[in-house]
Structure formats: C-alpha cells, structure tokens
C-alpha cells in the first residue's frame, strides 16, 4: 500500500481546525504554520500555505505572489539568526497533500 494523499476533499490545510493551534501568521492570502510532523524534530519546522487550494505555484493569483514578499518577511523574523531553508514540491512526488505548500527548515 502507498503513502496517503490527501486532496481537496479531506485537505488538511483546508481545514482550519486542523491547523488552527499550529498557524503563527495570518495574511490575506497565505498563512505560515508549524509542521504538526516536522522533519527536523523540533518546532524550526514551519509552513506557507496559500488559502486557496490549488496544486502548482502558477495558478496563484498575482495578488498572493505579491503577497509572498511579506511571508518570507515573517519567515525571517521567525528564523531571527537561524540559518534556514526553503524548497516547495512542484510535482506530486512524495507529496502528501495536493495543496500548494512551501517548508521552510532550520
């Protein structure tokens, strides 16, 4: 059997309540999370989820592509002096969730 994949119907990100004690920051079109399981094992492990659920960078909206610049302004306030990494998955593999999603790592 493969890995779980989650989609538009039962989407994580989607549902508030799922998310709602993990978000750090609201914006209009995006809001930045704790990974409720972080790859790094601690809480340097955040999120930038777009509320839209959309798959690919491309079909974002031009207003939430502006609005990135501010997200990656929170992201570094976050990680204050911490070193951090970023990387989105544009394809489908080894993703678990079909909704946009970019991590950002200590």
């Not at 409720?36 to 207003?63: T, W």
């Not at 951090?84 to 970019?102: K, P, Q, W």
Request: glycine share 4%; aromatic share 16%; with cysteine.
């Amino acid at each position: 059997m493969g890995k779980r994949i989650y989609g538009k119907d039962d989407c994580p990100f989607c549902d508030e309540k799922q998310v709602e004690d993990y978000i750090i920051w609201k914006g209009t079109h995006w809001y930045l999370v704790h990974n409720k399981s972080p790859y790094s094992g601690n809480h340097l492990h955040i999120m930038a989820v777009p509320y839209e659920h959309i798959n690919f960078y491309l079909e974002l909206s031009d207003e939430a592509i502006l609005e990135l610049r501010e997200v990656h302004i929170k992201v570094k306030e976050f990680f204050g002096e911490e070193n951090y990494f970023s990387f989105t998955r544009e394809t489908m593999a080894n993703r678990s969730v079909e909704h946009l999603h970019m991590h950002f790592l200590a």
